[in-house]
């Protein structure tokens, strides 16, 4: 019997008031890809935050940093932060890292109607299924959402949001529970056994949940030079759209759109 390849699908939410924007992106890094990606990115925090000597002439080794799209090196240059921008999209193309993204861009009115799941988390959660399945045809999918707030200044790890729990663990569970049931051939996820229960980490100690935020940070100004066109990039963002216009184009596979209320909450992948 053969055995399906595993990928852990690194998610990223973003919400845009002024689009009226709910978004999920997913990073997908393979396991044989895994160790290659986060060395890369270790890599890169050392670029932008090497060793320094002191007085004495001692090596000081500082603390991993946080690498964030929308507060990234807050002290650092523009020349900085846009080297940063270029080097996530290098490493995104040079291993290959397929991307797949929900959108929605009628945020407002689909809450008033899912009171209930105002982040719309559920809801691009079922896209983002939806864009896997030809993947999930041969890989075992570990979905791993940012989700635990940061625990680094207390004992203890504050609780998750439990929607973001129910939206993302809870679902997974209902879709594998009910696959056994009499209602398996209705339900819409094809190769579903192939997705895992999702896990949640702290994205301060997560590297990789850190490289997603940036992947959804640099998709969010594509969206935004598309969408806003009577407000005029700055210079600054001009450039870091020119870096996110570098990705692979085969390599993303996203769905933007908004969703005709009484339809089918479903997102097409392509």
Known sequence: MAHAAVAFLF???????????????????????????????????????????????????PSPIELHGSKLLPEGSDQERLAVFSAVVSIVNENSLHIFRVCYLNHKEIAAIMSADQNLYGLNFFGMQRSLQ??????????VMDGIPDSSSTKKAPPINPQLIRSFAGNVRWLHHHRHSDIAESLTIQHAHNLGEPVFTDS??????????????????????????????SAFRAEVIARAQGFNKELLHCWRDRMKIGSSPSAPAS
Request: aromatic share 6%; net charge negative; hydrophobic share 45%.
């Open 11 to 61: 998610l990223d939410e973003c919400a845009y008031d002024a689009l009226d924007l709910s978004a999920l992106t997913g990073v997908l890094v393979p396991a044989d890809h895994y160790s290659a990606v986060r060395d890369a990115l270790c890599r890169l925090v050392w670029e932008v935050n090497p060793s320094t000597m002191d007085s004495s002439g001692s090596m000081i080794l």
């Open 134 to 143: 030809e993947i999930m045809s041969d890989t075992l999918v570990v979905p």
């Open 204 to 233: 301060t100690h997560s590297t990789l949940a850190q490289f997603a935020d940036i992947v959804s940070y640099l998709l969010l100004q594509i969206d935004r030079s598309e969408l806003e066109t009577d407000k005029p990039p």
